[in-house]
Every structure is written in structure tokens, then in C-alpha cells.
């Protein structure tokens, strides 16, 4: 494999990453002030020509967001997505603690480009570390005139604020951060309208994730042309995957998107393959809500458009947990259904409920007094909830579906067999405990 040159983390290592000086040094900054010579809707352009596509989950074209704003809004808002509660992802993290003003100057080009009045960067209530490096380099930033009042001496003005989630997985949907960032509980609200027409405080807003910003200063700096040489058609752009589970080296790397799962767990510069010999059973290659892949499968390119012929959600996070031959798929099973079942915010009744069925039929099966026919209600459950199929206000069931859903259907042969030689015993006697 050639190698790849870092961009999003070529600051990660380097001593004092974090301070504003140091990240100037190194070409910090420059973008932004190319940026407020442009005019706005020129940054937007570039952008679009770039076709960044958010690196949150959605693969939604950044620039194409932007122009949904009404052409004659006086108020304009931008919200920081920095609530990384995806199991297992944490590149947003790492972007934060190791160069914070890389993510500063994209909410600034991007503050520019949709002439936002005020961002505010909505972090996740458990990164505490995080929280105190990212407002330190804020207060940087301001004192460097960066923000605030006449930005650089030029006419544009904007101000930042860091507000703390309360942990809730929910608030990573931007209509519910926005009810966050108003101080109601964090419930997705109905669209239309969208955020674009009415968002924070009910005026015209952006959201966007942490590390679709931070591409942001690289395009406008290096061009939309050399943001789109960089991997296949359509997936354009460094971009940052998670490897986690029992592999000898998990972390966050970087790459292009031709990148494949195989390659991310056993490449040499990555996650250098599986401890003490073990044999993978399956992989979630993109946050646990894309779905799961098989042994057989790993040679899925981690891009936006191969994961959904592979029958998943999409490329979600690019956060991969591998697991491996001695794990019982009954106890995945549970794992996955009781996350979605506490973190459903109940708003909807096929997700309030669909959620809470699946981990109790999920418990009932890793107790060992599961059914064969179990399996089939967890599957017509699953295609019952999201808003693919019209029945709630958010994708969290959606979510919830696509990683339940294919351990079934992939890992099927197994619960099968699990579900055939368990005790009848121990059977009979969970199934009187739970009725």
C-alpha cells in the first residue's frame, strides 16, 4: 500500500500541538486568512467543488448544506457537532485534544462562508480533558483577534462557545443538539422546517462534525482540485478511521477511502492484525448503527458507497470493533440491543418500544431460553422502526435496526445452533423468571 501522507493529523505527535504558536509555525491560520479575502459564497463554491461530504455519519455534501441557508437571514448560527458518542469512535477526540486550532480555523472559515453571527460547539459531557485543551485554544484564538469583534482588522465578526452535553447519544442528531443548546431536553424535533430555515433559537443554522471542519483549511488552502484527487469517485478527501477489539495495535489512522477492512485491521500501519492469533468472526466497520460484516466480507472499501452493498447503513463513523471466533453472537446481540434500548429517547413509540422488545428477546436468547422464532420477530421488528420506513422523527431506529438486523441475518446459521443445544432446564426456568 502507498503511503499516505497525513493531513488531519500531520499536527498529532508534534510537541505542543495545542498552542496557537506552534500550529501558526506550521501554516496554521493561513487558509483563514485567505478565506476572509474570498468573498463568502467563492468559499462556499470551493467547497462544493470539493464535494466534502460530512465525515458525521450522513456523508451529506458540506457545501450543498450550506446553500439551504435563506439568502435574506440576518442572524445566522453554527453548531459544532462535538458529541462523539458512536460506539466505538473517538477520532473526533483525538482531533480535538492534539489540534484543537485545526478545528478552530474551519468553524471560522465555515462561520465565514455562511456569515454566522454566533457558533457554538456542542462537546460531549465526558470528554473533560478534551473541554479544557479546546477552551484554552479559544482563548488563544480570541486574544490572536481571530475571534470576536473584526475579525483580522476586516469587517466580519463572530463569536464561539464551548457548551458541555450531558452524555445523552441522542444529542449527536442535530435537531436534538439543538434543543440541547436551548436548554430542553435533548428530543430530535419533526422536519420540516430543517435547521437551515429554522434551527437554534428558531433562526437559519448550520450543523456540522468536528471533522468535516477540519478539512476545511486544507481545501480552501490546497484547493478543491486536490481535495478530489484524493480517493475513489465520490468519497473524496483524507479522511480518519477507528480501529478497536482484539487487534495489536487499535488507534485512529488516517488515509483515503480506498481503504478496505482487511487492509485497516492487518495493514502494518494500521492496526497490524489480530493478538495471540485470533480468527475475526465479524467486524462493525463503521460505529456500531451501520451493521456488521462477516470474516468473509472484509474486503468492503470503507468509502460512502460500498458498505450499503454489503447490506449496512452506510460508512457511518468509520470506526471498526472487531470481534473475534471465541465471542458468543448472543452476547454481541445484547450488547448492541441494550445501548439503543437505553439510549432511545422514547419520543417515538415504535422506537421507545421496538428498542425495549429487542434487548429483552436479545436477553431471553443470551440467557439460553431463547426460541427459534425470536429470531424472526427480532427481524420484522427492525424493519417496523426509522425513518426509512416513514415511522419516526430521527434515524436513532434506524440506527438500532441495521446492526441487530444483520447479526441476525449474517450470524444466523449460529444462534440457531446456540439457541437448539441450550438446556431445556435453564430454559424453562429463565422463561419463569422473566414472565
Known amino acids: ?109 465555515a462561520g465565514y462562508a455562511t456569515r454566522t453571527t454566533v457558533a457554538y460547539i456542542y462537546m460531549r459531557g465526558e470528554f473533560m480533558e478534551q473541554f479544557h485543551v479546546l477552551q484554552k485554544a479559544l482563548d488563544q484564538a480570541y486574544a490572536a483577534g481571530l475571534f470576536g469583534k473584526k475579525i483580522l482588522g ?16 441522542i444529542c449527536g442528531e442535530e435537531t436534538g443538539l439543538i434543543e440541547s443548546l436551548e436548554g430542553k431536553r435533548g428530543w430530535p424535533r419533526i422536519k420540516p422546517p430543517f435547521p437551515a430555515i429554522e434551527g437554534l433559537f428558531g433562526k437559519p443554522t448550520v450543523v456540522n462534525n468536528i471533522e468535516t471542519l477540519a478539512c476545511l483549511p486544507h481545501i480552501i488552502k490546497r484547493g478543491a482540485s486536490w481535495f478530489t484527487a484524493i480517493g475513489p469517485e465520490g468519497s473524496f478527501g483524507p479522511k480518519l478511521f477507528c480501529v478497536s477489539g482484539p487487534v495489536k495495535r487499535p488507534g485512529c489512522y488516517e488515509h483515503s477511502m480506498d481503504l478496505t477492512v482487511r487492509e485497516l485491521i492487518d495493514g502494518q500501519d494500521f492496526g497490524q492484525g489480530m493478538r495471540d492469533g485470533r480468527k475475526i468472526k465479524g467486524v462493525f466497520p463503521g460505529g456500531l448503527s ?71 428477546i436479545a436477553a431471553r436468547i443470551a440467557l439460553g431460553a431463547g426460541r427459534l422464532e425470536d429470531l424472526d420477530i427480532i427481524l420484522e421488528t427492525t424493519k417496523n422502526m426509522g425513518m426509512m420506513p416513514g415511522l419516526s422523527i430521527c434515524g436513532l431506529p434506524d440506527g438500532a435496526a441495521f446492526p441487530i438486523r444483520t447479526l441476525v441475518e449474517k450470524f444466523r446459521p449460529e444462534f440457531e445452533e446456540r439457541i437448539r443445544s441450550q438446556e431445556a432446564g435453564k430454559a424453562d426456568y429463565v422463561l419463569s423468571v422473566l414472565n
Open 1 to 109: 500500500m502507498a503511503v499516505f501522507e497525513p493531513v488531519l493529523m500531520r499536527n498529532v505527535g508534534v510537541e505542543n500541538s495545542t498552542d496557537i504558536s506552534v500550529y501558526k509555525s506550521r501554516g496554521g491560520y493561513e487558509a483563514a486568512e485567505k478565506a476572509l479575502k474570498m468573498a463568502p459564497d467563492d468559499v462556499i463554491e470551493e467547497v462544493k467543488s470539493a464535494n466534502l461530504r460530512g465525515r458525521g455519519g450522513a456523508g451529506f455534501p458540506a457545501g450543498v448544506k450550506w446553500g439551504f441557508l435563506p439568502k435574506d437571514r440576518k442572524v445566522t448560527y453554527l453548531c459544532v457537532n462535538a458529541d462523539e458518542s458512536e460506539p466505538p469512535t473517538f477520532n473526533n477526540r483525538i482531533l480535538i485534544e492534539e489540534d484543537p486550532h485545526q478545528l478552530l480555523e474551519g468553524i471560522l472559515i
Open 154 to 169: 476586516g469587517d466580519f465578526s463572530m463569536e464561539c462557545y464551548i457548551h458541555r452535553g450531558a452524555g445523552a447519544y
Open 290 to 360: 451501520m451493521g456488521v460484516l462477516t470474516a468473509d466480507e472484509l474486503d468492503m472499501k470503507l468509502d460512502f458507497d460500498d458498505p450499503r452493498k454489503h447490506g449496512l447503513l452506510g460508512l457511518g463513523t468509520a470506526a471498526a470493533v472487531v470481534f473475534d471466533e471465541d465471542t458468543d453472537v448472543r452476547d454481541v446481540l445484547v450488547n448492541v440491543a441494550r445501548f439503543y434500548a437505553l439510549e432511545s429517547c422514547g419520543q417515538c413509540t415504535q422506537c421507545r418500544e421496538g428498542t425495549s422488545w429487542m434487548y429483552k
